[in-house]
Structures are given as structure tokens and as C-alpha cells.
């Protein structure tokens, strides 16, 4: 007698995809980026962000035009990206009703933000730029031939309520996947979904900062048991540094979750910092690939790679703020960066590096909110931190990070790298806090021509 349940099946393995706006520009882009999803069968969860430059004109028109003709012009740009996809369309009357209406809404969030901005106005004036591309995306798709469905992701990405960098609630994001989402996935039907956006538990939008399309969806990558991420962006890739600082940045075809999530940290814009995050905690490996050219390959993030090698890459995050803290009472003294970060945390300033001298404290603010640009240190904060200590800020900086494996242990890698910049004035040092980086703080004026030479001396020259 057999036992065997043979009605039992294995699910079929899932692929969350992601689109960045370059990926969702126009209905031309749109198209390639349909085409990459309809051609794999495991592609059934789609995460898209606002098409290209969307994000910036509603950031723009958060942060309060009162001039009627101006804050007019920003809306019928934005009219004009969506209608010229509609144009396209083969039945543009499928969704032209609710592209109209959100972008009526749009008007209507950009007068009020004109009298009284806030950051719960900004949140849900900037997701319109993911509600808006997803309407267009899923009919793309359907006239492509696919099954499509959109979906709103906002009451599934539960997150807190700190508007414009909002933390999600992982095991709420899971519970509410399993319940909403789930049962979509039984279906044959793709599943085109919001990047960037979510809610907290009263239902008001809410955003997880710019750039964070990756992380949400390596959230619902996680929370659904996904095989895959992929991250489709416009570069094959990731590369040795920036392209667009030298056009001799070599691609990398495989590299470990470590390397990879120092890189977005210090400032690879290819993938945001806490993408990586949920992929480690479920050995999800990411892909990362042009949609313009899909057919060059690109790169595979996985927990381990074979032979890593002691440079991997450069990475340059620009728009940094320095703050250093001095005090002669430090000299010798207990509790005075305790109570520094008291400070800090009561002002929710977020620290990212720091340096310590005998009498002096260095450290640089982290950027995570919506807005974008430098971050600042709060007037409050300063004013409290002013009565303990001299206070001074540096803006124009960048921030220079070697990213590599086993870098302390390395003999002569400081050598190598700090002997090839006699020209330049490197700040804030920082070395030793991780097996995976080398970074210190530069001009903003210099930074791209420390980065040609230090590429050119350390893998070039290797190459």
C-alpha cells in the first residue's frame, strides 16, 4: 500500500523583478523592460518605480511652489510624460480615467503642500509617480500578450510612520504578503506592483526614501519565499566604479552579499543600501541587469564567490556632512561621547562615520530621508550639543570608499592607496572597522579625479 500523496505539487519557483525609472521612462523603455518579464515564466511579481524624473518634479512640487504659473508648468510636465505613453497605447481609454484622476490628486496635494508643506504631504504627493507607472506598465503588458494585474502595494508594505524614511515591519510585511499577495501568485497573472511606498498601521502613505524601489523589492522577495531578485536598472551591471567617472570601469560578474552591500553603502547608485538586507536573511541571490540590453548579462550577488579578490572596487557618495565635536574636557574623560550621542538620538540625527582624537570627535550624518541633498545637523541638536563642546559643520564633501576583502590584513594596502595621492588632501580616514572597506573624505571639486587615479593605480595598472 502506497502512502504517497500524489496530488501534491511543488510550487514552481518565483522571480520578483524590479524596474528603475530609466527602465520605465517612456512606453518605448516600458516595452523592452515587458518584453524581459513576458519571456520568463518565473517572473510573476513586477516592482516598478515612477518613470524617469517623475520623483524629482513631485519632490520639487512637496517642498511648496507658491507661484501659480510655475507649480502650473511642473504639472504639465508631468501631464506630458504620462499622456505621451497613453498616446502609444493600442486602448489608451483602458487607463486614462485613472491616470487623469491621479494626476488631478497630484494638483490638488501641490496646493496645499504651496501653503503648508509637511512630510506626511510629501510621502503621499511623491508615491504618485509609482501609482502612476504602474497603470501603464500592466497595460503594456496586456496588450503585450501577458496576463497582467496591478496591485497596490501599500497595504502590504507596512512600515512605521517616519515620513520620507520610513522603517517596514518585516514580520507584518510577511503576515500581510501571505494573506493579499499569496493568493495572486496561485494564478497564472503577473503581478505589477509600487517600488518605494508603503503604509504605516493607519493607512497614511508613507515612503522608505529615495532609491528605496531595490529594498521593497527585496522586501516582498523575502516575504514570499522568492528563488530571485532581479534589479533591472540602465548599465549591465555592476562595475569596478562608476562609468561615468572613467571609461575604463571593468564589470564584475559575481560578488559576495559583503562587497556588494559595502558598495551600495558607500555610494554605488546601483543598488540602494539596504536592498541586500532581506536577500542575506533568505539567501536570495540578486541579479543585477540593463533592460536596455538584457542580452549582455550582468552581475550575480550571492552569499559566497570564489576567490574574491583584495580590490573589488571604488565607490563615491557625495553630498556629505561633516561634524566635529571639540572639547579640552574630553582629554582623559569618561561619558562625553555617551552623552554626544545622547544628543544625536534625541534629535534623531543618524551617524554614519566616525573619528576620535584625544580631544575631538569626527563624524559624518547619514542620508536616508526623501528629500535628498546634504543632510543637516538640526539647529536644536546643535544649540545641545554647543553647551558641551565647539561645534563645527563642513559641507562640499564626498566620500571615497575601496571596497575589497581582507583589506587589514593586507600588508602595504594603505601603502598603496594613500601613496597615490600626494596631490590631494584626504579627511577622516577610516580603516580597520571592516575586512571590506577603506574610506576617507575628499573635496567634492576633487573627488572624481581621486577616484581616475586611484582606479587607474589599483586595477588598471592590475589588469
Known amino acids: 500500500m502506497s502512502f504517497v500523496n500524489t496530488n501534491f505539487t511543488v510550487p514552481p519557483p518565483i522571480t520578483v523583478a524590479k524596474f528603475g525609472g530609466t527602465s520605465v521612462a517612456d512606453h518605448a523603455a516600458m516595452s523592452r523592460s515587458a518584453t524581459i518579464i513576458k ?34 508648468q511642473r504639472l504639465q510636465q508631468l501631464r506630458t510624460i504620462h499622456q505621451s505613453i497613453i498616446d502609444q497605447l493600442t486602448h489608451p481609454e483602458a487607463v486614462a480615467a485613472e491616470i487623469d484622476q491621479l494626476l488631478t490628486d497630484v494638483e490638488a496635494l501641490a496646493k496645499q503642500t504651496a501653503s503648508a508643506p509637511s512630510v506626511q504631504l510629501t510621502d503621499q504627493l511623491v508615491a504618485h509617480g509609482e501609482l502612476l507607472s504602474t497603470f501603464l506598465f500592466t497595460q503594456i503588458l496586456n496588450e503585450m500578450g501577458a496576463k497582467a494585474t496591478r496591485f497596490d502595494i501599500r497595504p502590504v508594505m ?51 526614501g529615495r532609491g528605496g524601489s531595490d529594498y521593497s523589492a527585496a522586501l516582498v522577495a523575502e516575504a514570499i519565499s522568492a528563488e530571485i531578485l532581479e534589479i533591472w536598472t540602465d548599465v549591465p551591471g555592476m562595475y569596478s566604479t562608476d562609468p561615468r567617472i572613467t571609461a575604463n570601469a571593468m564589470p564584475i560578474q559575481e560578488i559576495s552579499f559583503s562587497e556588494a552591500s559595502e558598495m551600495a553603502n558607500f555610494g554605488a547608485k546601483i543598488l540602494h543600501p539596504s536592498t541586500l538586507l532581506p536577500a542575506i536573511r533568505q539567501q536570495i ?28 572596487a571604488l565607490a563615491l557618495r557625495c553630498n556629505q556632512t561633516l561634524v566635529t565635536l571639540t572639547s579640552l574636557n574630553m582629554f582623559h574623560a569618561y561619558g562625553f561621547l555617551s552623552e554626544v550621542f545622547r544628543i544625536l538620538g534625541e534629535h534623531k540625527v543618524s551617524v554614519d562615520l566616525i573619528t576620535t582624537s584625544e580631544v575631538s570627535v569626527s563624524l ?16 536644536a541638536a546643535t544649540e545641545a550639543l554647543s553647551k558641551l563642546c565647539r561645534v563645527e559643520v563642513e559641507q562640499d564633501l564626498c566620500l571615497v570608499a575601496l571596497i575589497g576583502n581582507k583589506l587589514g ?51 588598471e595598472a592590475a589588469k
Open 39 to 72: 519571456d520568463n515564466p518565473a517572473a510573476k511579481v513586477v516592482l516598478i518605480s515612477a518613470c524617469s524624473g517623475v520623483t524629482n518634479l513631485l519632490v520639487e512640487l512637496a517642498n511648496g511652489i507658491a507661484d501659480n504659473e510655475q507649480r502650473s
Open 158 to 208: 507596512r512600515t512605521d510612520s517616519q515620513f520620507g524614511k520610513a522603517v517596514p515591519d518585516v514580520d507584518a510585511i510577511r503576515q500581510l504578503a501571505s494573506e493579499q499577495l499569496q493568493p495572486l501568485l496561485q494564478s497564472d497573472q503577473i503581478i505589477v506592483s509600487q517600488g518605494f511606498i508603503g503604509s504605516d498601521e493607519t493607512g497614511q502613505t508613507t515612503t522608505l
Open 285 to 312: 541571490p540578486v541579479f543585477i541587469g540593463s533592460s536596455k540590453a538584457p542580452e549582455q548579462g550582468g552581475t550575480w550577488i550571492r552569499q559566497h564567490v570564489a576567490q574574491p579578490p583584495k580590490f573589488r
Open 364 to 379: 559624518t550624518l547619514d542620508q536616508t530621508n526623501t528629500g535628498g541633498g546634504a543632510p543637516s545637523l538640526p539647529a
Open 409 to 459: 590584513e593586507a600588508p602595504g594596502a594603505a601603502t598603496q592607496v594613500f601613496g597615490k595621492l600626494d596631490n590631494y588632501s584626504p579627511r577622516m580616514i577610516c580603516f580597520g572597522a571592516s575586512p571590506h572597506n577603506l574610506c576617507f573624505l575628499v573635496k567634492t571639486s576633487e573627488s572624481r579625479e581621486v577616484v581616475k587615479t586611484l582606479h587607474a593605480a589599483l586595477f
